[in-house]
């Protein structure tokens, strides 16, 4: 599987951006793909993931309802559109594909299970 994460930008606090991935390979059933971001001096966590098998999607708290989750099927894309930016949203995003269950488990407690595929991040920068 190899994934590729784009739509990272400079943006001033209250934007909005839409990150994409897009997954080429083969994704197993009960897999997930998911959104990760890492800010400087900090450790990795779970942002969003949204399932292969039926596109339900999970949310770290954080993100209290401004991002939003999405793919395209027919174009094998995630996208990850976020609004009203803070700037502790800065960082290296990451799109990730693995087992749904250990996706879930990064968005609920922090990045505990380490993911078997990841693309390059892309950079979200805010400003305040």
């Known amino acids: 599987v190899q994934l590729q994460a784009s739509g990272g930008g400079f943006v001033q606090a209250g934007g909005s951006l839409r990150l994409s991935c897009v997954i080429s390979?083969?994704?197993?059933?009960?897999?997930?793909i998911g959104w990760f971001r890492q800010a400087p001096g900090k450790e990795r966590e779970g942002v969003s993931c949204i399932s292969h098998t039926n596109g339900s999607t999970y949310y770290a708290d954080f993100v209290s309802g401004r991002f939003t989750i999405s793919r395209d099927v027919t174009k094998n894309t995630v996208y990850l559109q976020m609004s009203t930016l803070k700037p502790e949203d800065t960082g290296v995003y990451y799109c990730?594909?693995?087992?749904?269950?250990?996706?879930?488990?990064?968005?609920?407690?922090?990045?505990?299970?380490?993911?078997?595929?990841w693309g390059k991040g892309t950079l979200v920068t805010v400003s305040s």
């Open positions: 390979g083969f994704i197993p059933e009960n897999y997930g």
């Open positions: 990730a594909v693995d087992r749904l269950w250990a996706l879930v488990a990064n968005m609920k407690y922090g990045y505990v299970y380490g993911m078997h595929y």
